[in-house]
């Protein structure tokens, strides 16, 4: 399994740009960035929490377990 990381269809879906969420959440647009693409290894969960607060969603809405692909 592989963790996809969905926030920019939750971005889309509560009609924010990543530069406000980025400022909300006290991170830079780079650092989300980075996130949105998959390309972290880990996120904070104090992050993630905060990323939920603004967007009002749970974590598994911005966080998918997908089988990998053969």
């Known amino acids: ?13 509560r009609k924010m740009k990543s530069r406000e969420l980025a400022e909300r959440i006290g991170i830079s647009e780079q650092n989300l ?8 290894k880990g996120v904070r969960f ?3 929490a905060r990323i939920c607060e603004v967007l009002q969603c749970q974590p598994g809405d911005l966080l998918e377990a997908v089988p990998l692909s053969e």
């Open 33 to 40: 960035s980075l996130l949105k693409s998959g390309k972290v």
């Open 1 to 13: 399994m592989e963790i996809v990381v969905r926030l920019d269809v939750m971005l889309a879906l």
């Open 46 to 48: 104090e992050t993630l």
